[in-house]
């Protein structure tokens, strides 16, 4: 999730500063965490405090205003709906991380991370692109060979991962859907050989980079393992509001995984 967190917010810059090329500064003056960051450091307190999802998405947003919270979502969690709304948008799939990292069989991975997005994204290609992201999470900290996630992925959820990210670029566009973003997103994790590289390439494809880098960046990070401790410092705790900061660290010790190395 450390991984989620750095691609939203080396991302930030990006998103309406589209680049189709890797060779980028980390950093800018438009550097910022967004809604993605936000709304995966709740899905974090649902675990850890035992919330649900509906209130502890509508108490995050209400707190962490103006983070670039899609329309309805912010409509929603400001009129206190329990209502969905079935959205397809990408913002079921980029909160999604921490349930990769939580349990211990991919039917209860497929089954939180549907949970966790029918409560606005009920829309069945929103519950497929959360699904998609938490099981690719969960068989990456699994080792589970790059491959054989490819061939799961496409079978369970019939995306094409089969081409390169050089061969997508060129045709990627800004496209909030899971349908149009979860897939490359992935394919940037597929293609890559490190967490900053996954999000080099998510940024690269000059779509909505920090939610594509955001996704690429979670899958990365359970793959390659913690990232090291000065971008941890660099980023993380320049960029991260500090009350985030503290629900992330009390995660990361719930599952007993290491912030950085």
């Not at 750095?6 to 930030?12: A, E, H, K, T």
């Not at 589209?18 to 960051?37: A, C, H, M, R, Y």
């Not at 948008?89 to 909160?95: F, K, L, P, T, Y």
């Not at 939180?112 to 994204?121: D, I, L, P, Q, W």
Request: proline share 4%.
């Amino acid at each position: 999730m450390i991984g989620t967190l750095l691609g939203d917010i080396i991302g930030s810059a990006y998103e309406h500063h589209p680049i189709k090329s890797v060779n980028f500064d980390l950093t800018s003056k438009f550097t910022k965490f967004t809604d993605d960051s936000v709304l995966t450091v709740a899905t974090m307190s649902v675990y850890l405090y035992g919330t649900s999802f509906t209130q502890t998405y509508q108490d995050y947003t209400i707190k962490y205003p103006h983070r670039g919270y899609g329309s309805s979502f912010d409509l929603w969690a400001h009129h206190r709906s329990a209502q969905p709304y079935n959205s397809f948008g990408n913002g079921s799939a980029m909160r999604v991380s921490p349930i990769g990292w939580l349990f211990e069989s991919a039917e209860e991975v497929l089954s939180e991370a549907k949970r966790s997005a029918e409560v606005t994204h009920n829309h069945p290609e929103g519950i497929k692109g959360a699904q998609a992201i938490a099981l690719a999470i969960f068989m990456a900290r699994k080792k589970v060979s790059k491959e054989d996630i490819r061939q799961t992925l496409q079978k369970l959820f019939g995306y094409d991962l089969s081409h390169s990210i050089n061969e997508i670029r060129p045709h990627t566009s800004f496209d909030v859907t899971c349908q149009g973003s979860v897939p490359p997103s992935i394919i940037a994790f597929l293609d890559s050989s490190s967490v900053i590289d996954a999000i080099r390439k998510a940024i690269s494809l000059g779509g909505d980079s920090d939610t594509q880098a955001a996704m690429a960046g979670g899958i990365a990070e359970a793959f390659y393992g913690p990232v090291s401790k000065q971008l941890f410092d660099d980023i993380i705790m320049t960029y991260l509001a500090p009350a985030l900061l503290k629900t992330v660290t009390e995660f990361y010790a719930h599952i007993k995984v290491p912030l950085y190395i």
